[in-house]
């Protein structure tokens, strides 16, 4: 190729590669880096996350960058940072990552873990050396969903029995959950799923010695995940609940309707205003509550596909954190998605009890304007009648006027000396003005239904 036939457009800077695509799609940049929207965070051992999830709703990104602006030399911060929804922050001793979601935004504080902290340590307390200041915990904007402590230490993970029994001591008297994760069992995770009194639960980790930082972030992000979809999954639960009971009592007035539609026990109007009442509940509850349902659909979801990705193998003797969260979860996603699917049901029966309503009324009004058209018609045929006889008289009247005419001009020829005799010959002339009389009418008749 001639090197004059390019473009002054495509021609880079010295040392920048020569560009030879045309121009960009709309956004291709954007959806092309969304895989490397939120990396992983790399996570150096022995290390404690504090994990904390806040629902977002009418939490504006200022609110949170204002917020955000409360840390160690981040006044100045910019809320054109936050416009990615993700942001990874360093500090001294720690570091943060802030990642905002459609219904939540969550924060994860990394920090080394104290000395002091060990595997058979009996319910430590991990926030006494918490690099962030538990007032700034206390102000983030939002209500919380999900907070958890997450401890990584160092073990054994060849001999997980063992590793098993010396982190009981962690979770007190409580039932715990534990598996190896990983086709090799490469770590381990314990937890109990409790909700403490100071709003947290608690995870414990374990890996051997050289497990590197970025396998350590991706296993830590993974089971914060888990826990954080399963507990937004279940959010549409109280909403199911809330909606049996109206669910129960509508199919109760539903039936009640079909019945008196039925056997016509009631007026149509008062039928179509029950209908119609329906309607605009079972409307309205799908309108507040499809979101949910669906979300709930969406989140149970990635807890599936995050248990998958954790490739947990069990124990003996304690259950695995998969088992135990499909076990318990499939119940509640079962009355969420009966309740989302009865609800769908109940629209559609209630449209179908509509359309027949409308059918009736339909065919009713059908048959009353039949009736009308019976009187329209029998109207008509009266005033044909009524005309012809109207006309018979016309033309008598008329033709009695006109032979009247004809006398008085018979006389008055008679009077002035003419031999004739004016009865016998207007008697003479009435056939001919009657035929003439009923002629013209005949004619303009004609003539009004050409107009017509």
């Known amino acids: ?151 990584f230490l160092h073990g054994d993970s060849t001999n997980p029995a063992d590793c098993l029994e010396q982190s009981r001591a962690w979770f007190g008297e409580h039932a715990i959950l534990a598996s190896t994760m990983g086709t090799s069992g490469h770590s381990l995770v314990v937890t109990d799923l409790m909700l403490r009194p100071s709003g947290f639960e608690h995870i414990l980790l374990i890996a051997p010695p050289g497990t590197n930082t970025a396998r350590a972030g991706r296993i830590t992000q993974r089971v914060l995940e888990l826990e954080t979809y399963r507990i937004l999954s279940l959010r549409g639960l109280s909403a199911a609940k809330q909606l049996w009971p109206m669910l129960s009592h509508e199919d109760v007035t539903l039936a009640d309707v079909m019945s008196r539609l039925e056997n016509k026990l009631t007026s149509d109007q008062a039928l179509l205003d029950t209908i119609i009442s329906m309607a605009a509940r079972v409307e309205r509850a799908t309108t507040e509550h499809a979101y949910h349902f669906s979300a709930t659909r969406a989140y149970h979801a990635l807890v599936l596909q995050r248990s998958v990705e954790l490739r947990e193998q069990a124990i003996p003797g304690t259950q695995t954190l998969g088992n135990f969260m499909q076990r318990r979860l499939a119940p509640a996603i079962a009355t969420v998605v009966a309740t989302e699917q009865r609800l769908a049901s109940l629209s559609e029966r209630v449209s179908r009890a509509s359309a027949l309503l409308r059918t009736r009324v339909d065919i009713a009004t059908e048959a009353q304007n039949q009736q009308l058209l019976e009187k329209l018609t029998r109207g008509q045929a009266l005033q044909l009648r009524l005309q012809t006889t109207v006309e018979g008289l016309s033309i008598a009247a008329i033709s009695y006027y006109v032979v009247s005419l004809l006398l008085h001009g018979a006389k008055s020829l008679k009077a002035a000396g003419v031999a004739i005799n004016p009865e016998i010959a207007v008697g003479v002339l009435i056939p001919l003005v009657l035929s003439a009389v009923w002629g013209v009418t005949r004619r303009i008749h004609k003539n009004l239904r050409l107009e017509l």
């Not at 917020?67 to 910019?78: A, F, T």
């Not at 990642?99 to 926030?127: G, K, W």
């Open 1 to 151: 190729m001639n090197p004059s036939t390019l473009s002054e457009a495509n021609v880079c800077a010295p040392g920048c590669p020569l560009r030879l695509l045309p121009e960009d799609a709309a956004q291709r940049a954007t959806v092309h880096n969304e895989v490397h929207a939120r990396p992983t965070v790399a996570i150096q051992l022995p290390a404690l996350v504090v994990y904390i999830a806040m629902l977002n709703e009418n939490v504006t990104r200022e609110q949170e960058c204002q917020h955000l602006r409360l840390l160690p030399g981040l006044s100045e911060l910019d809320v054109d940072r936050l416009a990615g929804n993700f942001l990874r922050l360093h500090f001294e001793g720690f570091s943060m990552t802030w990642e905002r979601h459609t219904e939540f935004t969550r924060y994860s504080i990394v920090q080394p873990l104290a000395q002091s902290v060990f595997l058979e340590a009996c319910d430590p307390n991990l926030m006494s050396a918490l690099q962030v200041a538990p007032e700034w915990l206390r102000s983030l904007p939002g209500q919380t969903i999900a907070a958890i402590k997450l401890a």
